[in-house]
């Protein structure tokens, strides 16, 4: 059974249910971001029931859930995964095979737990978090009078574009994700009543596959005061290192980028921040002045200490949380097309872009060179910042669904 915590004092009917595979506290990463906005959201109206997963050997999720947000919280624990190398492609091998793709596999299975949690309550409205866990949409509507999925990306997208810059079996195995991914969508995504996407993109991409509803839900973070800049001989890139996107631009970034920028700027360090730092370590162990930092308390404090922060993404969906935490910092960004999508951010005034190896190094000597289009570009993207992409800019959009009748 799952462990729950909290009362249910309120008048059911009024109340919120977020399912969520990822947990949103501490509010660390992209993912956590996304969903602890929307959870303080609803918190600001009501009590806000919690069905959070908990990993093996991490910490209780619900044990960090702030104490504004009222409500009941369940946990269900995860069976261990080994998670070394052998390990894992002898699961998405047998994943690939029944094509059942990687994560909706890890949290299926806990539909007798799920309705023990919800216990014959009635919610206005239940949230699904990430696409991984839309088979429980049955669950949920029989107590909800509305369901939402909030798509943090739109993965059979995600997972093409990853076969297209893998190599060998794992480009078969994305593409065979990708479709399995892609018949899930068609299937599951019109029987929400509402589908929260990042982006334009990802709206348009969401209505080539299914007629669903969407609503436009920006990915945000909270606004923080503009740190003040003193710049170390360093470029960073920031983010969740196991992440498969964050995997390919190291990659990326380390044998094609990093030796045109070591010629030009030889006492130049490239600073890797970010959780899971051992994913990433056979592509920059042997690499000079590489400094893969790991997790730190304060992104934007740190990245505010770089002269440019580089997004060498080559895949994905949604958007890039990486770039507003740039952008919070007053860094300047150089990123690729794909790493900018769905921003609306203009060249040039935002940010700056990179699509080629040359470019990208030509693009960030150019900024190491100059101080004013430094302080130009990064000013540039803390106002954009400021305007669309704080969590209460990203509420103003809630506001305006109508969701309370």
């Known amino acids: 059974m799952p462990k729950r915590s909290g009362d249910s004092g309120a008048a059911e009917a009024a109340r919120v249910l977020v399912l969520s595979p990822e947990a949103p506290f501490p509010s660390v990463g992209g993912g956590a971001l996304r969903t602890a906005s929307l959870v303080h959201y609803f918190a600001r109206r009501g009590p806000v029931d919690l069905i959070l997963f908990q990993q093996p050997g991490e910490a209780d999720p619900a044990s960090a859930i702030p104490e504004t947000v009222e409500g009941e919280k369940f946990v269900l624990r995860l069976s261990y995964h080994a998670r070394h190398g052998a390990a894992r492609i002898w699961r998405n091998t047998g994943r690939a095979l029944r094509g059942i793709p990687p994560l909706m596999d890890r949290f299926r299975g806990f539909d007798r737990e799920i309705a023990g949690a919800l216990g014959g309550r009635r919610y206005r409205l239940g949230v699904i978090e990430h696409f991984w866990c839309a088979p429980y949409l049955p669950l949920l509507r029989d107590c909800c009078q509305e369901v939402w999925v909030d798509l943090h990306n739109v993965e059979s997208v995600l997972h ?25 969508e068609r299937e599951l995504l019109p029987r929400f009543d509402r589908v929260l996407v990042t982006s334009a993109e990802d709206a348009c991409a969401v209505r080539k596959l299914a007629a669903a509803k969407t609503t436009i839900f920006p990915n945000t973070i909270p606004l923080h005061p503009a740190p003040v800049r003193v710049e170390e001989d360093v470029i960073a890139f920031s983010g969740n290192l196991a992440y498969q996107p964050n995997m390919e631009a190291v990659r990326y970034f380390a044998g094609e980028v990093w030796p045109l920028l070591r010629a030009k700027w030889p006492a130049l360090v490239w600073r890797i921040i970010g959780k899971n730092p051992s994913a990433i370590q056979r592509f920059v162990w042997d690499a000079e002045y590489i400094q893969v930092v790991g997790p730190v308390e304060d992104a934007i404090g740190e990245l505010a200490r770089a002269r440019v922060v580089v997004v060498p993404v080559q895949a994905g969906s949604g958007t890039r949380v990486k770039i507003l935490e740039a952008w919070a910092a007053g860094a300047p960004v150089v990123s690729t097309s794909v790493g900018a999508e769905g921003l609306g951010a203009r060249m040039g005034e935002h940010l700056l872009i990179a699509d080629s190896p040359e470019q990208f190094s030509e693009t960030v000597s150019a900024l190491l060179t100059s ?22 800019a990203g509420w103003r959009v809630l506001d305006e669904t109508a969701w309370v009748r």
């Open 371 to 392: 101080q004013g289009l430094r302080r130009q570009i990064g000013a540039g993207g803390r106002k954009l910042y400021e305007e669309r992409f704080t969590w209460e």
């Open 160 to 184: 093409g574009r990853a076969a297209q810059v893998a190599a060998g079996l794992a480009r078969l195995g994305f593409r065979r994700f990708a479709r399995a991914y892609e018949e899930m």
